[in-house]
Protein backbone atom coordinates (compact mmCIF):
# COMPACT_ATOMS: atom_id res chain seq x y z
CA UNK A 1 0.00 0.00 0.00
CA UNK A 2 0.93 3.79 -0.50
CA UNK A 3 3.33 4.98 2.36
CA UNK A 4 1.95 8.65 1.44
CA UNK A 5 0.61 10.95 3.93
CA UNK A 6 -3.51 11.16 3.55
CA UNK A 7 -5.27 14.40 2.74
CA UNK A 8 -8.48 13.97 4.76
CA UNK A 9 -9.92 17.24 3.26
CA UNK A 10 -10.96 15.88 -0.59
CA UNK A 11 -12.44 12.52 -1.66
CA UNK A 12 -10.64 9.36 -0.93
CA UNK A 13 -10.30 6.78 -3.73
CA UNK A 14 -9.53 2.87 -4.37
CA UNK A 15 -9.35 1.08 -7.64
CA UNK A 16 -9.38 -2.63 -7.68
CA UNK A 17 -7.57 -4.21 -10.66
CA UNK A 18 -8.57 -7.24 -10.46
CA UNK A 19 -8.29 -10.52 -12.87
CA UNK A 20 -11.74 -10.48 -14.05
CA UNK A 21 -12.84 -7.08 -13.17
CA UNK A 22 -12.21 -3.58 -11.97
CA UNK A 23 -13.53 -1.66 -9.35
CA UNK A 24 -13.46 1.78 -8.47
CA UNK A 25 -14.87 3.10 -4.99
CA UNK A 26 -14.72 6.78 -3.70
CA UNK A 27 -15.66 7.73 -0.59
CA UNK A 28 -14.65 10.94 1.61
CA UNK A 29 -14.07 10.98 5.51
CA UNK A 30 -16.89 12.24 7.71
CA UNK A 31 -16.81 12.72 11.55
CA UNK A 32 -14.28 9.93 11.22
CA UNK A 33 -15.83 7.55 9.22
CA UNK A 34 -15.73 6.51 5.51
CA UNK A 35 -18.83 7.13 3.82
CA UNK A 36 -18.97 5.86 -0.08
CA UNK A 37 -19.71 8.07 -2.29
CA UNK A 38 -19.67 6.36 -5.91
CA UNK A 39 -18.89 2.68 -7.26
CA UNK A 40 -17.87 1.48 -10.39
CA UNK A 41 -17.07 -1.87 -11.84
CA UNK A 42 -16.73 -2.74 -15.19
CA UNK A 43 -15.71 -6.26 -16.52
CA UNK A 44 -12.61 -6.32 -18.42
CA UNK A 45 -11.47 -9.73 -17.88
CA UNK A 46 -7.70 -8.84 -17.58
CA UNK A 47 -6.18 -12.43 -17.07
CA UNK A 48 -7.97 -13.85 -20.43
CA UNK A 49 -5.96 -16.03 -22.15
CA UNK A 50 -2.69 -15.94 -19.37
CA UNK A 51 -2.80 -19.78 -18.91
CA UNK A 52 -2.07 -20.02 -22.81
CA UNK A 53 0.59 -17.30 -23.55
CA UNK A 54 1.63 -16.30 -20.07
CA UNK A 55 0.83 -12.60 -20.78
CA UNK A 56 -1.82 -10.66 -21.02
CA UNK A 57 -3.76 -9.93 -24.12
CA UNK A 58 -3.74 -7.13 -26.68
CA UNK A 59 -7.64 -7.84 -26.28
CA UNK A 60 -7.30 -7.55 -22.59
CA UNK A 61 -5.34 -4.81 -22.50
CA UNK A 62 -7.31 -2.58 -24.49
CA UNK A 63 -10.71 -3.04 -22.91
CA UNK A 64 -8.24 -2.49 -19.47
CA UNK A 65 -6.73 0.23 -20.52
CA UNK A 66 -10.34 2.04 -22.27
CA UNK A 67 -11.46 1.30 -19.00
CA UNK A 68 -8.80 3.30 -16.77
CA UNK A 69 -8.97 6.35 -19.25
CA UNK A 70 -12.61 6.51 -17.71
CA UNK A 71 -11.74 5.95 -14.09
CA UNK A 72 -8.74 8.45 -14.44
CA UNK A 73 -12.06 11.25 -15.56
CA UNK A 74 -13.65 10.50 -12.56
CA UNK A 75 -10.42 10.73 -10.71
CA UNK A 76 -8.73 14.03 -12.13
CA UNK A 77 -7.77 16.56 -9.83
CA UNK A 78 -7.67 14.14 -6.68
CA UNK A 79 -3.91 14.20 -4.69
CA UNK A 80 -1.69 11.19 -5.57
CA UNK A 81 -1.90 10.31 -1.92
CA UNK A 82 -5.71 10.10 -2.41
CA UNK A 83 -5.89 7.09 -5.08
CA UNK A 84 -4.96 4.10 -4.13
CA UNK A 85 -4.70 1.74 -7.27
CA UNK A 86 -4.09 -2.26 -6.56
CA UNK A 87 -3.49 -4.64 -9.23
CA UNK A 88 -3.90 -8.33 -8.06
CA UNK A 89 -2.82 -11.57 -9.66
CA UNK A 90 -3.04 -11.27 -13.56
CA UNK A 91 -0.28 -8.43 -13.02
CA UNK A 92 1.84 -10.35 -10.89
CA UNK A 93 2.39 -13.31 -12.92
CA UNK A 94 1.98 -11.94 -16.70
CA UNK A 95 5.66 -11.69 -18.71
CA UNK A 96 4.33 -8.48 -20.09
CA UNK A 97 2.69 -6.90 -16.71
CA UNK A 98 5.76 -4.09 -16.91
CA UNK A 99 4.84 -2.64 -20.04
CA UNK A 100 0.98 -2.62 -19.55
CA UNK A 101 2.09 -1.23 -16.19
CA UNK A 102 3.61 1.75 -18.05
CA UNK A 103 0.41 2.05 -20.04
CA UNK A 104 -2.11 1.63 -17.42
CA UNK A 105 -0.45 4.52 -15.57
CA UNK A 106 -0.59 7.04 -17.73
CA UNK A 107 -4.57 6.00 -18.65
CA UNK A 108 -5.07 6.37 -15.44
CA UNK A 109 -3.12 9.34 -14.36
CA UNK A 110 -2.20 7.63 -10.94
CA UNK A 111 0.73 5.28 -9.79
CA UNK A 112 -0.58 1.72 -9.51
CA UNK A 113 0.58 -0.96 -6.55
CA UNK A 114 1.43 -4.28 -7.48
CA UNK A 115 0.59 -6.45 -4.37
CA UNK A 116 2.13 -10.01 -2.78
CA UNK A 117 -0.95 -12.31 -2.79
CA UNK A 118 -0.88 -12.11 1.09
CA UNK A 119 -1.00 -8.69 0.62
CA UNK A 120 -4.09 -8.53 -1.09
CA UNK A 121 -5.51 -11.67 1.60
CA UNK A 122 -4.70 -9.25 4.45
CA UNK A 123 -6.48 -6.22 2.55
CA UNK A 124 -9.63 -8.84 2.03
CA UNK A 125 -9.60 -9.59 5.39
CA UNK A 126 -9.70 -5.57 6.90
CA UNK A 127 -12.50 -4.84 4.23
CA UNK A 128 -14.83 -8.09 5.24
CA UNK A 129 -13.94 -7.64 9.64
CA UNK A 130 -15.21 -3.92 9.17
CA UNK A 131 -18.53 -5.28 7.69
CA UNK A 132 -19.27 -7.99 10.42
CA UNK A 133 -19.97 -7.44 14.06
CA UNK A 134 -17.52 -7.56 16.86
CA UNK A 135 -16.40 -11.13 17.50
CA UNK A 136 -13.38 -12.38 19.35
CA UNK A 137 -13.52 -16.05 17.91
CA UNK A 138 -11.56 -16.86 14.73
CA UNK A 139 -12.99 -16.57 11.37
CA UNK A 140 -12.09 -18.12 8.38
CA UNK A 141 -12.19 -15.68 5.17
CA UNK A 142 -12.43 -16.80 1.58
CA UNK A 143 -12.36 -14.63 -1.22
CA UNK A 144 -12.36 -16.14 -4.83
CA UNK A 145 -11.50 -13.89 -7.62
CA UNK A 146 -10.66 -14.24 -11.07
CA UNK A 147 -6.87 -15.19 -10.92
CA UNK A 148 -6.65 -16.17 -7.45
CA UNK A 149 -7.86 -17.58 -4.09
CA UNK A 150 -7.33 -16.09 -0.97
CA UNK A 151 -7.40 -17.58 2.40
CA UNK A 152 -7.48 -15.42 5.48
CA UNK A 153 -8.18 -16.72 9.59
CA UNK A 154 -8.24 -13.64 11.82
CA UNK A 155 -9.67 -12.33 14.60
CA UNK A 156 -11.50 -8.68 15.11
CA UNK A 157 -9.37 -6.99 12.78
CA UNK A 158 -6.16 -8.91 12.36
CA UNK A 159 -5.18 -11.50 9.78
CA UNK A 160 -3.27 -14.19 11.72
CA UNK A 161 -2.81 -17.08 8.71
CA UNK A 162 -3.07 -15.47 5.27
CA UNK A 163 -2.62 -17.87 2.38
CA UNK A 164 -2.85 -16.85 -1.42
CA UNK A 165 -3.58 -19.98 -3.88
CA UNK A 166 -3.33 -19.27 -8.13
CA UNK A 167 -6.68 -20.29 -8.74
CA UNK A 168 -9.32 -18.37 -10.20
CA UNK A 169 -12.85 -18.03 -11.97
CA UNK A 170 -11.43 -16.61 -14.92
CA UNK A 171 -7.89 -19.04 -14.99
CA UNK A 172 -10.26 -21.71 -14.72
CA UNK A 173 -13.03 -21.13 -17.22
CA UNK A 174 -10.25 -20.71 -19.76
CA UNK A 175 -7.86 -23.82 -18.58
CA UNK A 176 -11.08 -26.12 -17.70
CA UNK A 177 -14.23 -24.67 -19.69
CA UNK A 178 -12.60 -23.68 -23.08
CA UNK A 179 -15.40 -21.58 -25.39
CA UNK A 180 -17.62 -21.75 -22.16
CA UNK A 181 -18.63 -25.74 -22.94
CA UNK A 182 -20.18 -27.66 -19.57
CA UNK A 183 -20.22 -31.17 -18.74
CA UNK A 184 -19.27 -33.30 -15.37
CA UNK A 185 -15.87 -34.13 -17.04
CA UNK A 186 -14.64 -30.56 -17.10
CA UNK A 187 -16.09 -29.61 -13.75
CA UNK A 188 -14.53 -32.68 -12.18
CA UNK A 189 -11.51 -31.93 -13.87
CA UNK A 190 -11.31 -27.96 -12.21
CA UNK A 191 -12.43 -29.36 -8.76
CA UNK A 192 -9.85 -32.25 -8.14
CA UNK A 193 -7.12 -29.30 -9.73
CA UNK A 194 -8.15 -26.57 -6.84
CA UNK A 195 -8.61 -29.81 -4.47
CA UNK A 196 -4.94 -30.47 -5.53
CA UNK A 197 -3.98 -26.80 -4.86
CA UNK A 198 -5.51 -26.79 -1.29
CA UNK A 199 -3.62 -29.96 -0.01
CA UNK A 200 -0.99 -27.88 1.23
CA UNK A 201 -2.57 -25.45 3.14
CA UNK A 202 -5.06 -27.29 4.73
CA UNK A 203 -4.00 -28.96 7.48
CA UNK A 204 -2.43 -26.10 9.01
CA UNK A 205 -5.97 -23.99 8.49
CA UNK A 206 -7.76 -26.78 10.37
CA UNK A 207 -5.40 -26.95 13.25
CA UNK A 208 -5.58 -23.39 13.69
CA UNK A 209 -9.80 -23.39 13.61
CA UNK A 210 -12.69 -21.04 13.51
CA UNK A 211 -15.74 -20.67 14.57
CA UNK A 212 -17.56 -18.80 11.35
CA UNK A 213 -16.50 -19.13 8.06
CA UNK A 214 -17.13 -16.09 5.02
CA UNK A 215 -16.86 -15.83 1.79
CA UNK A 216 -16.01 -12.15 -0.28
CA UNK A 217 -16.36 -10.67 -3.63
CA UNK A 218 -18.62 -11.17 -7.34
CA UNK A 219 -18.27 -15.03 -7.09
CA UNK A 220 -19.47 -16.01 -3.69
CA UNK A 221 -21.90 -13.43 -3.74
CA UNK A 222 -23.61 -14.96 -7.47
CA UNK A 223 -23.32 -18.14 -5.25
CA UNK A 224 -24.80 -16.86 -2.18
CA UNK A 225 -27.77 -15.45 -4.50
CA UNK A 226 -28.30 -18.51 -6.11
CA UNK A 227 -28.67 -20.29 -2.83
CA UNK A 228 -31.49 -18.29 -1.36
CA UNK A 229 -33.34 -17.87 -4.63
CA UNK A 230 -32.70 -21.21 -6.02
CA UNK A 231 -32.31 -23.20 -3.23
CA UNK A 232 -34.69 -21.02 -0.07
CA UNK A 233 -31.57 -20.75 2.12
CA UNK A 234 -29.71 -18.07 3.77
CA UNK A 235 -26.46 -19.30 3.36
CA UNK A 236 -23.91 -21.50 1.49
CA UNK A 237 -24.02 -25.28 2.02
CA UNK A 238 -22.70 -28.87 0.96
CA UNK A 239 -25.99 -29.69 -0.74
CA UNK A 240 -27.18 -26.37 -2.18
CA UNK A 241 -23.37 -26.46 -4.33
CA UNK A 242 -24.41 -29.77 -5.78
CA UNK A 243 -27.88 -28.90 -6.66
CA UNK A 244 -26.51 -25.43 -8.06
CA UNK A 245 -23.78 -27.94 -10.37
CA UNK A 246 -26.60 -30.07 -10.95
CA UNK A 247 -28.71 -27.18 -12.41
CA UNK A 248 -25.98 -25.14 -14.10
CA UNK A 249 -24.62 -28.43 -16.02
CA UNK A 250 -27.86 -28.96 -17.51
CA UNK A 251 -26.87 -26.55 -20.09
CA UNK A 252 -23.71 -27.50 -22.72
CA UNK A 253 -22.68 -24.00 -22.76
CA UNK A 254 -22.28 -20.69 -20.73
CA UNK A 255 -24.39 -18.77 -23.51
CA UNK A 256 -26.90 -20.64 -23.12
CA UNK A 257 -27.54 -20.64 -18.91
CA UNK A 258 -31.19 -18.99 -18.28
CA UNK A 259 -32.16 -18.96 -15.07
CA UNK A 260 -33.71 -15.58 -13.18
CA UNK A 261 -31.26 -16.67 -10.12
CA UNK A 262 -27.83 -15.78 -11.54
CA UNK A 263 -27.26 -12.52 -13.52
CA UNK A 264 -25.70 -12.39 -16.91
CA UNK A 265 -22.70 -10.76 -15.72
CA UNK A 266 -21.67 -13.87 -13.62
CA UNK A 267 -22.91 -16.76 -15.91
CA UNK A 268 -19.81 -16.63 -17.39
CA UNK A 269 -17.82 -17.37 -14.49
CA UNK A 270 -19.96 -19.43 -12.42
CA UNK A 271 -18.73 -22.66 -12.99
CA UNK A 272 -16.16 -22.37 -12.22
CA UNK A 273 -16.65 -20.48 -8.93
CA UNK A 274 -18.72 -23.55 -8.05
CA UNK A 275 -15.72 -26.43 -8.85
CA UNK A 276 -13.47 -23.91 -6.55
CA UNK A 277 -15.64 -23.69 -3.85
CA UNK A 278 -16.97 -27.36 -3.56
CA UNK A 279 -13.16 -28.39 -3.57
CA UNK A 280 -12.81 -25.89 -0.73
CA UNK A 281 -15.85 -26.69 1.26
CA UNK A 282 -14.66 -30.36 0.97
CA UNK A 283 -10.92 -30.25 1.77
CA UNK A 284 -11.29 -27.79 4.62
CA UNK A 285 -14.04 -29.48 5.85
CA UNK A 286 -16.95 -26.26 6.06
CA UNK A 287 -20.51 -27.19 6.63
CA UNK A 288 -21.32 -23.48 5.98
CA UNK A 289 -20.46 -20.48 4.74
CA UNK A 290 -21.95 -16.84 4.60
CA UNK A 291 -21.63 -14.12 2.41
CA UNK A 292 -19.82 -10.52 3.25
CA UNK A 293 -20.14 -7.49 1.72
CA UNK A 294 -16.46 -6.60 3.11
CA UNK A 295 -13.77 -7.12 0.03
CA UNK A 296 -10.23 -6.42 -1.20
CA UNK A 297 -11.33 -2.63 -1.98
CA UNK A 298 -13.24 -1.75 1.51
CA UNK A 299 -10.01 -3.44 3.01
CA UNK A 300 -7.40 -0.80 1.11
CA UNK A 301 -9.93 2.50 2.27
CA UNK A 302 -9.67 1.41 5.66
CA UNK A 303 -5.98 0.75 5.39
CA UNK A 304 -5.65 4.18 3.84
CA UNK A 305 -7.46 6.26 6.20
CA UNK A 306 -6.18 3.62 9.51
CA UNK A 307 -2.06 4.21 7.61
CA UNK A 308 -2.76 8.57 8.11
CA UNK A 309 -3.63 7.65 11.89
CA UNK A 310 -0.45 5.56 12.24
CA UNK A 311 -2.37 1.94 12.09
CA UNK A 312 1.54 0.74 10.44
CA UNK A 313 1.03 -2.83 9.28
CA UNK A 314 4.93 -2.05 7.66
CA UNK A 315 6.69 -1.52 11.05
CA UNK A 316 4.71 -4.97 12.05
CA UNK A 317 6.53 -6.56 8.78
CA UNK A 318 10.14 -4.90 9.46
CA UNK A 319 10.15 -6.17 12.49
CA UNK A 320 9.07 -9.53 11.96
CA UNK A 321 11.89 -9.76 9.07
CA UNK A 322 14.36 -8.86 11.94
CA UNK A 323 13.39 -11.56 14.07
CA UNK A 324 13.19 -13.92 11.56
CA UNK A 325 16.89 -12.92 10.18
CA UNK A 326 18.56 -12.29 13.37
CA UNK A 327 18.98 -8.11 12.38
CA UNK A 328 21.36 -6.67 14.92
CA UNK A 329 18.45 -4.01 15.68
CA UNK A 330 20.60 -1.42 17.78
CA UNK A 331 23.11 -1.17 14.61
CA UNK A 332 19.81 -1.09 12.40
CA UNK A 333 18.83 1.70 14.37
CA UNK A 334 21.89 3.37 14.78
CA UNK A 335 22.08 3.73 10.94
CA UNK A 336 18.21 4.76 10.67
CA UNK A 337 18.96 8.11 12.94
CA UNK A 338 22.37 8.55 11.00
CA UNK A 339 20.13 8.54 7.87
CA UNK A 340 17.56 10.67 8.90
CA UNK A 341 19.68 13.42 9.92
CA UNK A 342 21.53 13.17 6.41
CA UNK A 343 18.09 13.38 5.03
CA UNK A 344 16.86 15.92 6.68
CA UNK A 345 19.89 18.31 5.35
CA UNK A 346 19.07 17.54 1.82
CA UNK A 347 15.55 17.06 0.93
CA UNK A 348 14.64 20.48 0.71
CA UNK A 349 17.08 20.97 -2.20
CA UNK A 350 16.94 17.48 -3.95
CA UNK A 351 12.63 17.82 -3.85
CA UNK A 352 12.47 14.50 -1.08
CA UNK A 353 8.95 13.29 -0.03
CA UNK A 354 7.75 11.64 2.92
CA UNK A 355 7.43 8.60 1.02
CA UNK A 356 11.31 8.86 0.51
CA UNK A 357 12.31 8.91 3.93
CA UNK A 358 10.16 6.25 4.85
CA UNK A 359 11.86 3.66 2.28
CA UNK A 360 15.02 5.05 3.29
CA UNK A 361 13.95 4.04 6.97
CA UNK A 362 13.40 0.08 5.75
CA UNK A 363 15.99 -0.19 4.05
CA UNK A 364 17.99 1.16 6.82
CA UNK A 365 16.18 -1.38 9.55
CA UNK A 366 17.04 -4.11 7.18
CA UNK A 367 20.18 -3.35 5.45
CA UNK A 368 22.03 -5.93 7.07
CA UNK A 369 19.14 -9.01 6.82
CA UNK A 370 21.28 -10.68 4.20
CA UNK A 371 23.76 -11.55 7.08
CA UNK A 372 22.12 -14.21 7.98
CA UNK A 373 22.57 -16.39 4.73
CA UNK A 374 26.94 -15.18 4.62
CA UNK A 375 28.90 -12.54 5.13
CA UNK A 376 30.04 -12.87 1.89
CA UNK A 377 28.15 -10.43 -0.10
CA UNK A 378 25.33 -10.11 2.39
CA UNK A 379 24.17 -7.26 0.81
CA UNK A 380 22.85 -9.31 -2.36
CA UNK A 381 21.61 -11.86 0.07
CA UNK A 382 19.32 -9.14 1.06
CA UNK A 383 18.26 -7.91 -2.52
CA UNK A 384 17.05 -11.71 -2.85
CA UNK A 385 15.51 -11.62 0.47
CA UNK A 386 13.68 -8.40 0.18
CA UNK A 387 12.15 -9.33 -3.75
CA UNK A 388 10.90 -12.43 -2.51
CA UNK A 389 9.59 -12.09 0.71
CA UNK A 390 5.59 -11.93 1.81
CA UNK A 391 5.54 -8.71 3.15
CA UNK A 392 2.20 -7.32 4.34
CA UNK A 393 2.03 -3.94 3.86
CA UNK A 394 4.31 -3.53 1.31
CA UNK A 395 3.49 -3.62 -2.31
CA UNK A 396 5.62 -5.03 -4.94
CA UNK A 397 7.01 -1.92 -6.24
CA UNK A 398 8.08 -0.57 -2.64
CA UNK A 399 10.08 -3.95 -2.22
CA UNK A 400 11.61 -3.48 -5.25
CA UNK A 401 12.96 -0.01 -3.76
CA UNK A 402 13.90 -1.51 -0.60
CA UNK A 403 16.04 -4.34 -2.41
CA UNK A 404 17.39 -1.97 -4.51
CA UNK A 405 18.42 0.59 -1.67
CA UNK A 406 19.87 -2.57 0.38
CA UNK A 407 21.61 -4.47 -2.38
CA UNK A 408 23.46 -0.56 -3.37
CA UNK A 409 24.16 0.02 0.46
CA UNK A 410 28.12 -1.29 0.04
CA UNK A 411 31.09 -2.11 -2.33
CA UNK A 412 30.31 -0.73 -6.18
CA UNK A 413 27.02 1.07 -7.11
CA UNK A 414 26.03 -0.16 -10.16
CA UNK A 415 23.69 1.87 -12.55
CA UNK A 416 22.31 -0.83 -14.51
CA UNK A 417 20.96 -1.87 -10.98
CA UNK A 418 18.31 0.97 -11.51
CA UNK A 419 17.03 -0.21 -15.00
CA UNK A 420 14.06 -2.10 -13.80
CA UNK A 421 12.47 1.63 -12.17
CA UNK A 422 10.95 3.93 -13.99
CA UNK A 423 12.69 7.04 -15.48
CA UNK A 424 10.74 8.85 -12.71
CA UNK A 425 11.84 6.55 -10.28
CA UNK A 426 15.58 6.44 -10.64
CA UNK A 427 17.16 9.88 -9.36
CA UNK A 428 15.63 9.52 -5.74
CA UNK A 429 16.19 6.28 -5.50
CA UNK A 430 19.98 6.65 -6.38
CA UNK A 431 19.97 9.69 -4.17
CA UNK A 432 18.31 7.91 -0.90
CA UNK A 433 21.08 5.02 -2.10
CA UNK A 434 23.66 7.33 -1.80
CA UNK A 435 22.77 8.58 1.78
CA UNK A 436 22.10 4.66 3.02
CA UNK A 437 25.98 4.31 1.82
CA UNK A 438 27.65 7.04 3.77
CA UNK A 439 24.99 6.44 7.11
CA UNK A 440 26.62 3.16 7.04
CA UNK A 441 30.02 4.29 6.58
CA UNK A 442 29.44 6.86 9.29
CA UNK A 443 28.41 4.03 11.90
CA UNK A 444 31.11 1.29 10.71
CA UNK A 445 32.15 0.94 14.69
CA UNK A 446 28.56 -0.06 15.20
CA UNK A 447 28.16 1.71 18.70
CA UNK A 448 32.20 1.86 19.93
CA UNK A 449 31.44 5.45 19.61
CA UNK A 450 29.52 8.03 18.19
CA UNK A 451 29.35 8.90 14.19
CA UNK A 452 31.24 12.02 13.90
CA UNK A 453 28.94 14.99 12.67
CA UNK A 454 28.95 15.72 9.27
CA UNK A 455 26.95 18.42 7.22
CA UNK A 456 25.98 17.51 3.81
CA UNK A 457 25.38 20.23 1.15
CA UNK A 458 23.57 19.47 -2.08
CA UNK A 459 25.93 20.63 -5.15
CA UNK A 460 24.04 19.46 -7.98
CA UNK A 461 21.38 17.22 -9.16
CA UNK A 462 23.91 14.74 -8.21
CA UNK A 463 26.03 15.64 -6.47
CA UNK A 464 27.15 16.31 -2.62
CA UNK A 465 29.84 17.96 -0.11
CA UNK A 466 30.70 16.28 2.65
CA UNK A 467 32.10 18.13 5.05
CA UNK A 468 33.16 16.70 8.96
CA UNK A 469 32.71 19.15 11.67
CA UNK A 470 34.50 17.59 14.57
CA UNK A 471 37.98 16.18 14.79
CA UNK A 472 37.02 12.75 15.67
CA UNK A 473 38.05 11.64 11.89
CA UNK A 474 41.79 11.95 13.60
CA UNK A 475 41.00 9.28 15.82
CA UNK A 476 39.44 7.22 13.32
CA UNK A 477 40.90 7.42 10.09
CA UNK A 478 39.67 4.15 8.77
CA UNK A 479 36.37 6.04 8.91
CA UNK A 480 38.10 8.89 6.96
CA UNK A 481 39.59 6.71 4.69
CA UNK A 482 36.63 5.19 3.97
CA UNK A 483 34.85 7.89 2.95
CA UNK A 484 37.35 9.13 0.51
CA UNK A 485 37.21 5.72 -0.87
CA UNK A 486 33.69 6.40 -1.38
CA UNK A 487 34.17 8.87 -3.45
CA UNK A 488 35.52 6.98 -6.08
CA UNK A 489 32.78 4.19 -5.79
CA UNK A 490 30.14 6.84 -6.35
CA UNK A 491 32.30 8.31 -9.28
CA UNK A 492 32.61 5.31 -11.38
CA UNK A 493 28.06 5.32 -10.53
CA UNK A 494 27.88 8.84 -12.07
CA UNK A 495 27.53 10.38 -8.86
CA UNK A 496 30.15 12.79 -7.50
CA UNK A 497 30.80 13.28 -3.66
CA UNK A 498 33.67 15.76 -2.26
CA UNK A 499 34.81 14.99 1.60
CA UNK A 500 35.77 17.90 3.36
CA UNK A 501 37.61 18.72 6.95
CA UNK A 502 36.27 21.79 8.46
Known amino acids: MTIASLNTEGSIAVLDMGSNSFHLVVARIEHGEIRTLQTFREGV ?40 AIATNALRI ?59 IGEQFQARLMESL ?42 EGWSMCYGSSGSVRAIAQACQQYCGQDVITKPALKRLKTKILEYSNTREINVEWL ?30 SGALREGALYDLVGRSDH ?51 WAAELHEVGLSISHVQFHKHGEYILNGADMPGFTRQEQQSMAFLVRGHRRRLRQQLLDDFSEKAKPSLLRLCVLLRIAVLLNRGRGEAPPSAVTLTVQAEDALSLRLIDDSFDDYPLTFSELTDETS ?9 SVLKA
Open 45 to 84: RLGEGLNESGSLSKAAQQRSLACLKQFGQRLEGLPDENVV
Open 94 to 152: ASNSRAFLRQAQAALGYPVQVVSGVEEARLIYLGVAHSLPSDPKHRLVVDIGGGSTEFI
Open 166 to 207: AMGCVSFMDRFFPAGELSNHHFEQAYHHASNELVRISKRYRN
Open 263 to 292: SRARRDNVIAGLAILTAIFDVLKIEEMQYS
Open 311 to 361: EDVCLRSVQSMQGRFNVDVAQAERVRICAKQLFRQVADDWGLSKSDWTRLR
Open 489 to 497: RLDAAGFKL
